[in-house]
């Protein structure tokens, strides 16, 4: 998934959605680490769970989750207003 406004697209890139799984916490583990290498190590969706965010600090971390959240916002209003994303 990719925001589609500006300001995401710079800041926060590809995020990607994983789906848990607690039969098998290691491969559960490495996907959430593969997910975060292909997202540029700023987010990571875990269906059903939310979102997480890293940074070097917590004020990196904390704007790196806000992004995401006001770029699926964003989203969400597009697709309600059927607009083509």
Known sequence: MQPIDNLGK?????VIIVDPDDEN???YLRQVAEA???GGMRCVVIR???AYA???DLDQAWANAAMLEHSMK????ARQANLKI
């Open 74 to 77: 964003i989203v969400m209003l």
């Open 25 to 27: 916490p290691r491969e």
């Open 10 to 14: 710079d800041n926060i890139g590809k």
């Open 48 to 50: 059903g769970n939310g």
């Open 36 to 38: 975060l290498n292909q």
């Open 54 to 56: 890293v940074g070097a």
